[in-house]
């Protein structure tokens, strides 16, 4: 079985998995150096480093690095402990090198004006694939978003059901109006998608909230909504819009693990209270909302 082939059956698949290679070793092991292992994120394998106790080790550290999308490095010295003597191997010390396989990072851009533009050449550069929709054929077109995986020029109600989101999709909401990024919001949270941005003042973000909640969409949902959108960079313009919004979803993208300065105040856990409290939305200091 090509292992190569496998990882881009796996990623065009839309899933995850983890590559174990024997990077270095010494003396006699139960493979080679350069030998490749995948591990799907289903636990399937395909290659082998040797079997035998190593490879069950390296398939548990596997899962560990799918899970936390970092890589990570094993020594085995099969000298030395016995837990590896099973009659297969004559000893010897070998290090293993498991990485992380990821699918193309996939961004739904909802909304198809000056910011989903920007947003568009922004992501494309920094390695996302890109799906643009908007209801309006003559701004969801090829024209306006080449090299798009794909232009939806529907309802958004009917481009739903076009468009399957997984847990490493990120979704941006930027159309033109209210009342379509509610629409949109109200499907987006129900999904699995790694990222939930909205652009817009917080203002808004209270209003959509408090709109949906009394819908009965459940106040967690909106846990992980961005909103305002994007790392807070004092962008104003479109093209700085993009830029804070793709620093975001970079940062999601690797993990960051230092504090980042996120606009979003959906984090501090203080939308549920201002969501019932009819003064909040316009007793508190609002910044303008972004330009679509």
Avoid at 74 to 85: A, H, R
Avoid at 121 to 145: H, L, P, Q, S, W
Avoid at 257 to 278: I, K, Q, T, V
Wanted: aromatic share 8%; hydrophobic share 40%; net charge neutral.
């Amino acid at each position: 079985m090509n292992v190569y082939e496998e990882i881009v059956k796996l990623q065009r698949a839309g899933r995850r998995g983890a590559v174990a290679t024997i990077v270095n070793s010494r003396g006699s092991i139960p493979s080679f150096q350069s030998a490749k292992m995948l591990i799907r994120d289903d636990g399937s394998i395909a290659g082998t480093i040797g079997g035998g106790c190593v490879e069950a080790e390296v398939w548990q550290a596997a899962r560990e690095v799918i899970a936390q999308e970092k890589p990570r490095t094993l020594t085995f010295d099969l000298n030395q402990d016995p837990k590896y003597d099973t009659g297969l191997v004559c000893g010897g010390t070998l290090e293993i090198f498991i990485e992380p396989v990821l699918p193309m990072p996939l961004l739904y851009i909802f909304g198809a004006g000056h910011v989903a533009i920007e947003l568009f050449k922004a992501a494309r550069n920094a390695g996302f694939d890109c799906i643009v929709t908007d209801d309006r054929e003559a701004y969801a077109n090829a024209e306006r978003f080449p090299n798009a995986l794909q232009v939806i020029a529907k309802d958004f109600d009917r481009a739903f059901n076009e468009i399957a989101p997984s847990e490493s999709s990120y979704i941006v909401i930027a159309t033109r109006g209210h009342r379509d990024d509610m629409r949109v919001l109200r499907w987006a949270v129900e999904t699995p998608a790694r990222y939930i941005g909205m652009v817009g003042s917080r203002r808004k973000a209270i209003t959509v909230f408090r709109e949906l909640t009394r819908e009965g969409l459940k106040p967690e949902l909106f846990d992980r909504v961005h909103s305002p959108v994007g790392l807070d960079i004092g962008a104003v313009t479109p093209e700085e819009i993009a830029v804070s919004v793709v620093a975001e979803l970079i940062a999601m993208r690797r993990r960051a693990e230092r504090a980042l300065p996120h606009m979003s105040w959906f984090h501090s856990g203080r939308h549920a209270a201002a969501a019932n409290d009819p003064t909040t939305a316009s007793s508190e200091p609002l910044p303008a909302p972004a330009k679509k």
